[in-house]
């Protein structure tokens, strides 16, 4: 790799500042109360949401699920729905994005949205199930990992409620046409739970 490309990858990583669970969750309190004055419905997914179900992976914005976009100056339409805002959090900039799916996942992600649980600060984020599908369907690679995370984490993904919301939207047929897929990733996360088992027990 050229100087320059090196050179451009480093100013693209420094523009991307990484934020910490609490600027998240300081620009969550300001997203939701927006959302409460307009009577909108939304909630916390994202790299954020994944903090709060203990997997401190990077991240440098907010995302949002959301019955429709909200009254503020907004940075940038998303492509596939919804709109980019900058909020500030002290001396901060960090960009909020409020997802409001127009395309063919729409279906799957007002369900999400429906079904997002409450946290004690009282405020909705989407369930593991749901994280665990839309993250199968977005399939980038930081997704992936996301979905390999909660899939390992004992207890924390229930697979027949993943195999249950996946009916609600495709039929039965539908849902056994995609779990295939799915299934792949539940066996490579179950062979890493088995070695981290196996790598703690060595200790």
Sequence with gaps: MSEEELRKRQALALQKK????????????????????????????????????????????????AQKTLDLPAEEKLPFGGLSYSIEVGAKKIIADVIVRDDFFRDYYDAALRDARITEEGWPILTPEWLVILKYLARRSKDILDLLWLLREPGLVDRGKVKQLLEEILGKLGAESALPGLEHYYLQADIMRAGDENGRQER
Aim: glycine share 10%; with cysteine; net charge negative.
């Design 18 to 65: 990484n934020i910490t669970t609490e600027e998240g969750l300081m620009v969550a309190e300001i997203i939701f109360e927006q959302a409460e004055k307009e009577g909108i419905v939304c909630a916390l997914a994202g790299g954020i949401a994944m903090h709060l179900y203990g997997y401190n992976r990077a991240t440098h914005d907010v995302d949002f699920l």
